[in-house]
């Protein structure tokens, strides 16, 4: 086992991916020069290793701002049999390729009748908490969530990241992979060999009785805090983090809630059609005779996010909130 | 000291050559000073600063307008200040204080005055193109012969909404003048990395969009190419391309380590072709001004950034209840 920081595992799996197999090649803005932290040496963000000298630039392919473009070309790259990891830095510029990332790579199988694969794995970090203003701060996995065909992962330390983005680059379908910046400096113990994580496999961070607590990307370790605190006032909590959004494995949270009767689901989206929403309906479809006490969510509301420090401070779940949440669905 | 000429188109007075040093002034200063104001911690966020670019601005609002219009990117302090929002109301929305032109919504990158018609500091990379031929729009609708000036860099040149919009811009006659700030760089890309164009203005040839390369270091020769374009759109006879030749001094943003150029070719810039400099070396050169009168514009410019910066920081934090506010009409 080694130490690294989510990003630098997500780092260490590019670099893994690459060495691995021919047919990856890295496509994004800057990804060059590394400005993002997870290309090469030259940002405390990266761990280590610079990948155009290791490389070349024939698979660290540098792109003009262009991301409807950089998108495009990796689809059409994946038809024809390579795999390209799509580097769109912050998830706010997904939207400039949102034609490509609906109509094209995740009708493209479908529509053609199954001949068609599109292996590209598109990263892209949730800076959220960080006031970086409006037009920055998105955190639209759950959008995505929506659109049939692609696969949303969102991983929430740095041994699932490694290992999901190992299986996410070896994955036949297009892949979205959201990181939450808060979580990039975060520690975790690696395994040194390489491994892979499958999708749709829930992992249970925190074993508990009384109350179902799912965690979503950023909000996991927030979730894990809130159980800690909770199980001071006697309230045992079991800590669900699905890692990946779709395929979902809602199996998993069932089993839990069964147990528990309780559920809270913590996640840094927006409330309306948020991935809490969607397991708030599963639960209230297949849990229902379980359920001892309404479902709760903790989630960003439906709104625009403000630059200033002291608003957006009141906009994510935190440890504080979520631990609320459970002691309403307790009783306490 | 050797004077440097001004070109001879320019007829340029006293009056003029002060109030450019003023202004150029006044945005170096301003920028300094939420340099400084970011690396005490009291700006937080990304903060692009523009200095080394001043002369684009302040030349080209020279050639402006009541009801002209204009609209940029994230770097956009320089536009603001140069349109006449007040220092104060700018560097509060840096802080994120309820005096701040969005009320500390905002931040550095998203600024608006309607008053000014100033239409706002925009975050993602060349979408403020098309919102810019939509102001042009407006007006030609109106029938007023009122230009915008849509501001854009090298990098989101390459954005694909930008040909969208060049295309429909001229198809329409729209009265825009599309500034592309080539500061040659995008982040850590250099223009030589994403593109292969030779000029950037070119490109609007294909769409029949007249265009110039201009010395973006020279407020005098960006004056003259903007009032060309100027009297271009309000005889109505459609967009207008100006690519300024300029450079950014600082990082894109405050993090930035700055691998991708080296330290010689920022000094060179610096030392040969500095806007404000070429300007004071205009003014003492050829005897119009002395130093004395230079150093009471500092003193000036120096009192107005002081006080942006107290207003800043003494400027309330907006109510916890703001949250909820402006989220629809
Ligand atoms: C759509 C989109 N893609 C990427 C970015 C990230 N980004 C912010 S500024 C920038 C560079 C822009 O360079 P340029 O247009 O030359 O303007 P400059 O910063 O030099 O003023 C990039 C890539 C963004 N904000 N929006
Ligand atoms: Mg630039």
């Known amino acids: 086992m080694s130490v690294m920081t989510y990003i630098g595992a997500i780092g260490a799996a590019q670099r893994e991916a690459m060495q691995a197999d021919p047919r990856v090649i890295i496509i994004g803005e800057d990804v060059e020069a590394n400005v993002y932290g997870t290309t090469g040496e030259s940002k405390q963000r990266a761990e280590s290793g610079d990948f155009v000298q290791a490389f070349g630039k024939m698979r660290i392919r540098n792109t003009p701002i262009s991301e409807e473009a950089m998108v495009g070309a990796a689809i059409g790259a994946a038809m024809t049999g390579l795999r390209p990891i799509v580097d769109l830095s912050y998830s706010s510029f997904l939207y400039m390729a949102m034609d490509q990332f609906v109509n094209q790579a995740a009708k493209n199988r479908y529509m053609f009748g199954g001949q068609s694969r599109i292996p590209v794995v598109f990263r892209s970090a949730m800076f959220y908490g960080l006031n970086t203003g409006a037009h920055h701060s998105d955190r639209p996995y759950s959008m995505f969530m929506t659109i049939p065909g692609l696969k949303i992962l969102t991983p929430a330390s740095a041994a699932d990241a490694k290992g999901l983005m190992r299986s996410a680059v070896e994955s036949d379908d297009p892949v979205l992979i959201f990181e939450a910046v808060p979580l990039w400096g975060q520690k975790e113990e690696v395994p040194d060999e390489e491994y892979r994580i499958p999708f749709g496999k829930a992992r249970i961070r925190r074993e508990g009785t009384d109350v179902t607590v799912v965690g979503i990307s950023g909000s996991v370790p927030l979730a894990l805090q809130a159980a800690e605190t909770m199980a001071e006032r006697g309230v045992s909590c079991e800590v669900i983090d699905p890692r990946t959004l779709v395929p979902l494995d809602s199996a998993a949270i069932l089993e839990s809630v069964k147990k528990t009767g309780r559920l809270v689901i913590a996640e840094p989206a927006h409330r309306t059609c948020g991935a809490a929403a969607e397991i708030s309906a599963l639960m209230a479809e297949r849990a229902f005779p379980w359920l001892k006490a309404p479902i709760v969510r903790v989630t960003a509301a439906n709104m625009q996010i403000p630059f200033s420090p002291v608003l957006e401070r009141q906009m994510y779940p935190t440890r504080d909130k979520i631990a609320d949440a459970i002691a309403k669905v307790a009783g306490h | ?329």
């Open chain 2, 1 to 329: 000291m050797a004077a440097k000429k001004a070109p001879e188109k320019s007829n340029v007075s006293k009056e003029e050559l002060l109030k450019f040093y003023r202004e150029m002034l006044l945005i170096r200063r301003f920028e300094e000073k939420a340099g400084q104001l970011y690396g005490m911690g009291l700006i937080g966020g990304f903060c692009h600063l523009y200095i080394g670019q001043e002369a684009v601005v302040v030349g080209l609002e020279a050639t402006t307008k009541d009801g002209d219009k204009r609209i940029t990117s994230y770097r956009d302090h320089g536009h603001m200040l140069a349109c006449g929002m007040d220092a104060k109301g700018v560097m509060a929305e840096l802080t994120g204080r309820e005096g701040g032109y969005s009320k500390g919504k905002g931040g550095s990158m998203h600024m608006f005055s309607r008053e000014k018609h100033f239409y706002g500091g925009h975050g993602i990379v060349g979408a403020q193109v098309p919102l810019g031929a939509g102001l042009a729009l407006a007006d030609k609708y109106k029938g007023n012969d009122n230009v915008t000036f849509a501001y854009f860099g090298d990098g989101a040149a390459n954005q694909g909404q930008v040909y969208e919009t060049y295309n429909m811009a001229e198809l329409w006659a729209l009265p825009v003048i599309f500034v592309i700030e080539n500061n040659h760089y995008a982040m850590g890309t250099s223009q030589a990395r994403s593109t292969k164009s030779e000029t950037l203005f070119g490109r609007g040839l294909a769409y029949g969009i007249p265009g110039e390369q201009v010395d973006g270091m020279d407020v005098l020769a960006v004056k003259a190419a903007g009032e060309k374009a100027v009297a271009h759109c309000r005889a109505g006879k459609g967009p207008y391309i100006l690519e300024m030749m300029t450079y950014r001094y600082r990082g894109h943003s405050m993090s930035d380590p700055a691998k991708y150029r080296t330290r010689e070719e920022v000094q060179k810039m610096k030392d040969e072709k500095d806007a404000i400099e070429h300007v004071r070396d205009l003014l003492i050169g050829s005897g119009l001004s002395s130093e004395e009168d230079l150093k009471a514009i500092d003193r000036e410019i120096k009192d107005i950034v002081n006080e942006s910066a107290e207003f800043a920081k003494a400027s309330p934090e907006p109510a916890l209840s703001e949250l909820w506010t402006d989220i629809y009409a």
